[in-house]
């Protein structure tokens, strides 16, 4: 007789998983009752168990009530990314882009179709571009994001499309498929990438990946400008900054191809 049982799970945690898939779904924050259809979860269930996860830091709710992936999870997702502290290593080099630059530079990560904004660092000065720490974006609508859909081929770039439907947030977001593969794919081919107010009108981005020690893409580098101040000039330092960050995240680029 076999006394062997199947592997009991934990109701409460097969729920808390699946709205922390729901909310990685959405570029911005979601309400309540959005994640209760989405989970099928009675709206008094999913708001307790978002409840225990805010008080653990895995989700965060603002001003409105709306529900965000929260600062422990940026925190785990780090840590998976590499076993070198990213934003330590990248923030010294970030700090000497802005003060060059004189504007707004971002270190982001992949998590499913979204950029997060994983840390930044702004200029001291009245007017410049401010990017939420802990705030998302679609791929396709920033630099960093058509570069990482590039890197992942044109399946990737077709899979991407079909999943979201390219919501266009400006008259400039790439919202067909062939806009998008023609971006994506000619973005890597030149190493870097330009949002050309494509999140939001007034604001332009310069966007590079960053590199592990395995050729694998782990972060995105990029500086945010009003759009009237970028300038092609700035994307050699760019570059560079990029290629130092990944050197000291132990990429080598000779004969080491970034993994596609």
């Not at 049982?5 to 409460?12: F, G, T």
């Not at 309540?32 to 653990?56: E, F, M, Q, W």
């Not at 077709?158 to 971006?183: D, H, I, K, M, V």
Request: net charge neutral; with cysteine; aromatic share 4%.
């Amino acid at each position: 007789m076999n006394d062997s049982k199947p592997e009991s799970r934990i109701q409460v945690l097969d729920r808390a998983a699946l709205l922390l898939d729901s909310i990685s779904r959405y570029s911005k924050p979601v309400r309540l009752k959005v994640l209760s259809a989405d989970t099928g979860l009675h709206p008094s269930t999913a708001h307790r168990i978002l409840h225990s996860l805010i008080a653990n830091r895995f989700v965060d709710r603002d001003a409105n009530g709306d529900y965000r992936l929260g600062q422990r999870l940026l925190q785990l997702s780090n840590r998976l990314h590499t076993d070198i502290d990213l934003r330590a290593v990248s923030m010294p080099y970030m700090e000497k882009l802005r003060d060059r630059l004189g504007e707004t530079v971002n270190l982001t990560i992949r998590e499913g179709d979204v950029v997060i904004y994983f840390e930044k660092v702004t200029p001291n000065r009245m007017m410049h571009v401010n990017q939420i720490v802990g705030s998302r974006a679609p791929l396709h609508v920033t630099a960093v994001g058509k570069l990482m859909l590039g890197m992942a081929g044109e399946d990737e770039i077709r899979s991407y499309a079909q999943r979201t439907n390219l919501p266009a947030y400006t008259r400039n977001t790439l919202s067909s498929l062939s806009s998008l593969e023609e971006g994506c794919l000619s973005s890597v081919q030149q190493g870097y990438a330009l949002d050309n107010e494509e999140a939001e009108i007034g604001v332009g981005c310069i966007g590079v990946l960053l590199y592990d020690r395995t050729g694998n893409v782990t972060a995105g580098l990029s500086v945010s400008a009003p759009i009237e101040r970028r300038k092609d000039a700035w994307i050699d330092d760019v570059l560079k900054a990029g290629e130092a960050i990944s050197a000291q995240l132990g990429y080598s680029a000779v004969g080491a191809p970034p993994n596609q």
